[in-house]
């Protein structure tokens, strides 16, 4: 990701994932999304084409589409030209640490890897990966095309640059983003969030 971004992979097209894969489109990219279900390409073409009007409320950038989409159920073909990927799989720690590996081992070398991990700490996820250290979490709030707060979170082994990169890059996209410095279950806006509601009315 050191030179611009333009295509983006999306691992995961549950209702994060699609609404990120909105997001990505509106923003001008070429997204290349996967998902293992056998329905979930029908299903994140609804929930991409339902964002739709919302995002061109809110301005969508010249090159943005709906047709630049590709979608395919092998995860390590839609990272192969990635110059940024985004995993939305289900919050399962097992899950997470095994597509993490198998998303490093396949995706370009300068490419970064992001987690939308709110529960699990990006030090575990990492931890089967051979370049763990352009690994980290940004972690949105949903619906993440309509929302723009997202909590950056390093692992143990993420090195500072990546940190930089994940900042810059969500900014260039109309995001608002934070940077975490210390990994905890929840993050800071959910643990608001949570003592908020606890709040006597």
Known sequence: ???????????????????????????????FAADP???AEAKVHRLVDRAW?????????????????????????????ADFIKECAPERADLKIRLFAELDAAAPGDSIIASSAGAIPMSLIQSKCKHPERCVIGHPFNPPHLIP???????????????????????SIGRKPIH?????????????????ARLPS
Not at 10 to 27: K, P
């Open 1 to 31: 990701m050191n030179e611009p971004v333009r295509r983006v992979a999306v691992v995961g097209t549950g209702a994060i994932g699609a609404s990120w894969t909105a997001l990505y489109l509106a923003r001008g990219f070429d997204v």
């Open 37 to 39: 279900d056998a329905a």
């Open 53 to 81: 009007n919302a995002l061109r409320a809110l301005g969508v950038s010249p090159r943005g589409s709906p047709e630049h989409f590709t979608f395919t159920r092998n995860a390590s073909v839609a990272v192969a030209r």
């Open 180 to 196: 975490v410095r210390k990994e905890i279950v929840g993050h800071v806006a959910n643990r608001l969030q949570a003592a908020i």
């Open 149 to 171: 707060l997202v909590e950056v979170v390093g692992g143990e082994r993420t090195v500072p640059e990546v940190i930089e990169r994940m900042m810059a890059f969500y900014s």
